[in-house]
Nanobody
Framework: VQLQASGGGLVQAGGSLRLSCAAS????????MGWFRQAPGKEREFVAA???????YYADSVKGRFTISRDNVKNTVYLQMDSLKPEDTAVYYC?????????????????????WGQGTQVTVSS
């Protein structure tokens, strides 16, 4: 699976952005998909995940502001980001996990994911 993330940019605090991650391959619908982010000098952190079953998971820091979704026809996963804050500034990465048996708690760990996109920069100004 190859992943291509896009949609990052510069936005003012309180604004919105929608990230997209286009995937290659015919079995996209069976993958668990995740979004992670990494700010300068910090470790990569979990943002959101979407199991192949449709269950969604969010980091507490983005719950209620971010929404993960997917379009299995377009082989694309999205991250709608609203009410953005300066602390959301980071490089955002999409990732895919091909194990349909992955338990939900493991989706929070970047180690679980086999495939990664190249990252897209999100900068939120105050």
């Amino acid at each position: 699976v190859q992943l291509q993330a896009s949609g990052g940019g510069l936005v003012q605090a309180g604004g919105s952005l929608r990230l997209s991650c286009a995937a290659s391959g015919r079995t996209f619908s069976s993958y668990n998909m995740g979004w992670f982010r990494q700010a300068p000098g910090k470790e990569r952190e979990f943002v959101a995940a979407l199991r192949w079953t449709g269950s969604k998971y969010y980091a507490d820091s983005v719950k209620g502001r971010f929404t993960i979704s997917r379009d299995n026809v377009k082989n694309t996963v999205y991250l709608q980001m609203d009410s953005l804050k300066p602390e959301d500034t980071a490089v955002y990465y999409c990732a895919a996990d091909g194990d349909r048996g992955t338990i939900s708690s493991m989706l929070y760990s970047h180690w679980q994911y086999d495939y990664w996109g190249q990252g897209t920069q999100v900068t939120v100004s105050s």
